[in-house]
């Protein structure tokens, strides 16, 4: 069955200290992952996904199959990422729904 | 552009009442998802519509809930007795159709309804 893992359901680190939050996934087909945040007072958005290879707000994820992770990494984090993570994985058939981790709320201490 | 918009944003009810949410999607996106948040268990997947047709409603819990989106545009999901595990945050996302292979539609998703069942 196709499941994400968040490990951490919080992180706390202080400002400019780097940020791993930790993502493993379970699938047999070819996943497409995505990482969402939810900034408080906010809605869910789109951070990133591993298709787009991209770097946002200074945060990257590398697609690792061989560990089936996805964690997403920022080198120095600032109070502004104080928010809810979440790792979510694609199913690729005709619905593309989202599967969810349980999420980690990361706090970044002044 | 206001955004997937959801309707309303809190309701208490009386278990054994009806409840129904509304999600009005972006303008021109087909897919509309429903998903909800039990306390403290993950975001999970309800249904799925492309337009007005039901594409995957593998998520529903029970027959108690009703989703429709008729005409294709806003959505609704009632809920008919509420029970208390009913409690929880309900979203609504939408995207575009989807082009071909394995291109993927960002899903735009709502404020949420956060629906207490006392």
């Known amino acids: 069955a196709q499941r994400v893992t968040q490990p951490e359901k919080l992180l706390s680190v202080f400002k400019g200290a780097p940020v791993e939050l930790k993502c493993n996934y379970s699938?047999?087909?070819?996943?497409?992952l995505f990482w969402y945040v939810q900034y408080s007072r906010q809605r869910l958005q789109l951070l990133l996904r591993h298709i787009s290879r991209e770097s946002i707000k200074g945060f990257t994820a590398d697609l690792n199959k061989g560990e089936t992770s996805f964690h997403l990494k920022k080198p120095f984090a600032q109070e502004e990422d104080s928010a809810m993570y979440y790792c979510?994985?694609?199913?690729?058939?005709?619905?593309?729904?989202?599967?969810f981790g349980s999420g980690t709320r990361l706090l970044v201490r002044p | 552009e206001a955004g997937v918009t959801q309707f309303p944003s809190h309701s208490v009810i009386e278990k054994g009442q009806t409840v129904t949410l509304r999600c009005d999607p972006i303008?021109?996106?087909?897919?509309l998802y429903w998903y909800r948040r039990v306390m403290g268990k993950e975001i999970k997947f309800l249904l799925h519509?492309?337009?007005?047709?039901?594409?995957?409603e593998s998520g529903m819990p029970n027959n108690r809930f009703l989703a429709e989106r008729t005409g294709g545009t806003y959505s609704t999901l009632k809920v008919q007795p509420a029970e208390l595990e009913d409690s929880g945050v309900y979203f609504c996302?939408?995207?575009?159709?989807?082009?071909?292979?394995?291109?993927?539609?960002?899903?735009?998703f709502g404020p949420g309804t956060r629906l207490t069942v006392l």
């Open positions: 979510a994985l694609s199913l690729m058939d005709s619905s593309y729904k989202l599967i």
């Open positions: 996302a939408s995207s575009l159709s989807k082009a071909g292979g394995s291109y993927y539609n960002e899903q735009f």
């Open positions: 699938y047999s087909g070819s996943p497409e």
């Open positions: 303008s021109g996106h087909d897919n």
């Open positions: 519509f492309v337009k007005e047709s039901k594409q995957d």
